[in-house]
């Protein structure tokens, strides 16, 4: 029964989708309206909802690419077209009864005919996206036709168990991001009507974002200038992120060294010059005025040669980033007697190993 459940729900849920469809051309035509609708959707004419498009922001990942086309009907409330030259004050030469026969007639179906219509059908959900043929889909909704005959291929989403959905606390509205494969990352814009739609598809219901993921900000920033870059929609790829945030994470991270490998510490060279030539004054005056002169030259010298080791030694620990890029690689993440925030290393040792599990 859940399954039947399921099977019904993403049905009604998709005819949803072309009611969808269909209120946004309306609104698109309304000058009081066009500015609420998402311009991505806006198909090349400028003056309707492109179906791919719809689709494409309504399913994340998802991909036109289907196989050999075979002829067949199409229950057209489940159709996505494109009534960019079609509107009912457009006066055919036929009837509109005749109109309708005409393209439900499965000789539309033949690759051969001039007005051989191509649809894509998206399995599971049986949503169909009219890639010829795309003007006679509202026209036959609206004349209450139940099918239309087309060349149908079919392309298959990604399997659930590839996909995962996790709540944007950073989105103040409330968003929601897909992540495929562990890897990728795109966000959806109208999760009240995609979310249902993956649910019903199996796939887990929105998760909080993982602590050791990268940050929500950087997420954003990166899904900015993927917008920014253009060409239509286009997911995040977590992996830079993830090496970025470890990079980050390893230069926080403790390393022993010495004063002079620190690159936000300058040493008073003057001053130690000054001390040496001070110590070395006092031995040679000792020398001459006292028999016990060689015992001050060693004491004096046993100081200087203290100093310097001082400063030369690794007898200070500072985090990696403070460190010049040689000795960050000289004293890397796998020196054993470095000193590590708990926190950050449990972080590494996460991403280590989705990492290798990954490839």
Partial sequence: MTGLNDEARRVELVRGIARLQDALDDALRDPSLAHLVPTELIGASGNAIGGAALARYLLPFVTM??????????????VLGLTSTWRRRYQPARSEEEMVQYFVDPDRARREDKDCARLTRIEPFGLY????????????????????????????????????LYRAGALRTGGVWAVLDDRFLQLIDMP?????????????SPQNWPANEPRQTSVCEALNKAWAGGGGRRHVDLNPLRREDDRVAAGERFTPCSILHLQE?????????????????????????????????????????????TVTGNGFVAQQKALPPLRQIIRGDDEGDGICRPQEEDRSRDRA???????
């Fill in 65 to 78: 690419c289907g196989g050999v086309e075979a002829p067949g009907l199409a229950p057209v409330d489940r």
């Fill in 129 to 164: 996206v009219a890639h010829e043929g795309k003007n006679r889909v509202r026209f036959l909704r609206d004349q209450g036709a139940t099918h239309m005959a087309a060349l149908i291929d079919v392309t298959h989403y990604p399997a659930p168990v590839r996909l995962r």
């Fill in 192 to 204: 009240s009507l995609t979310v249902p739609l993956l649910q019903s598809y199996g796939v887990a």
């Fill in 265 to 309: 510490v300058h040493p008073r060279w003057q001053w130690w010059i000054a001390l040496l030539a001070a110590l070395l004054a006092t031995s040679a005056i000792e020398w001459v005025l006292s028999a016990g002169g060689g015992v001050w030259l060693g004491i004096s010298a046993g100081v200087a040669i203290g100093a310097f080791l």
């Fill in 353 to 359: 190993q989705k990492n290798t599990s990954m490839d």
